[in-house]
């Protein structure tokens, strides 16, 4: 089992920036994959960013140039710097930890921290 721990959710203005960190404990090796993923309500929950074990990246159209997802794999901690924020950002925003062992694939999630981008 992995468990995902998120901080950094809250209110601010159109073009602030929020930077989410999300804290993996438990069995956590081999974790293939970590992202960031965010549902707003009435809608699907979608990708925002992902990043690798070998720390490649990956981004959704809609935040490419604004935010970043990094890693400290000392810490076993994912961030998501979210820069220029749009009011459209507004989600919840959920920490997901993605493991393949030959035919057995896991998803783990965490609780969800809410981000709302509002004047």
């Known amino acids: 089992q992995v468990q995902l721990v998120e901080s950094g959710g809250g209110l601010v203005q159109p073009g602030g920036s929020l930077r989410l960190a999300c804290a993996a404990s438990?069995?956590?090796?081999?974790?293939?994959?970590m992202g960031w993923y965010r549902q707003a309500p009435g809608k699907q929950r979608d990708l925002v960013a992902a990043?690798?074990?070998?720390?490649?990246?990956d981004y959704a159209d809609s935040v490419k140039g604004r935010f970043t997802i990094s890693r400290d794999n000392i810490k076993n901690t994912v961030y998501l710097q979210m820069n220029s924020l749009k009011p459209e950002d507004t989600a919840v925003y959920y920490c997901n930890a993605h493991r393949i062992l030959g035919l057995l694939v896991e998803d783990y999630w965490g609780q969800g921290t809410q981000v709302t981008v509002s004047s």
């Open positions: 990043i690798t074990s070998d720390g490649g990246t």
């Open positions: 438990g069995s956590i090796f081999p974790i293939n994959a």
